[in-house]
């Protein structure tokens, strides 16, 4: 998805579920809660590490007060970390949402199933012509005319974005 994608079904998400956005710089940086209608909230950070964790305003007390690096995953609990894949000028990275198992993780999951189903199209091919389940992609996505990649490299690796990645299936 595009910049763009991630903004809309993000904050729809939020909006929809009433859960709270929450972002860290780095690892030494603490968590602070974010307006999640402000598009700056989830964009990029000169540091390493940035973390977007979205949860329940009433478990923010888990993840405000320490730095993100001192912040044990057992703490982390009943929040959802959201990565946006980002992107070049040769192609785009998959959107990543990740949790253990919660009652947060389980109505965003809900939710974010919804939104993709009205905002994006479902399953992808491979370069070798595989299909790939359970995957979205959007029109935005698709009319970039980017290569699209689970990982997007970076630095010495960035010609690897150059390669084909994965596409829409074909229509049947």
């Known amino acids: 998805m595009t910049f763009d994608d991630f903004l809309l079904i993000n904050t729809k998400l939020l909006s929809n579920t ?26 990029g950070s000169a540091l390493k590490s940035l973390s977007l964790l979205v949860g329940n305003p009433s478990d923010e007390d888990k993840i405000l007060r320490d730095k993100q690096i001192n912040i044990p ?37 809900r939710e974010l199933n919804k939104l993709l189903k009205h905002f994006a199209h479902k399953n992808l091919v491979d370069c070798k012509g595989n299909e790939i389940k359970g995957y979205y ?3 935005a996505a698709l009319s970039t005319g980017k290569n699209w990649h689970r990982y997007l490299s970076k630095d010495e690796k960035k010609h690897i974005n150059k390669n084909p990645g994965y596409r829409p299936v074909p229509p049947r």
Do not use: C, M
């Open 137 to 139: 992609w959007t029109d």
């Open 73 to 109: 995953r057992t703490q982390r609990v009943g929040f959802v970390d959201i990565q946006y894949g980002g992107d070049d000028e040769d192609a785009i990275g998959a959107t990543h949402y990740g949790a253990d198992t919660s009652e947060t993780a389980d109505l965003l999951n």
């Open 18 to 43: 009433k859960l709270e956005l929450y972002r860290s710089e780095s690892y030494d940086h603490p968590y602070i809660k974010v307006d999640a209608n402000d598009p700056t909230s989830w964009g």
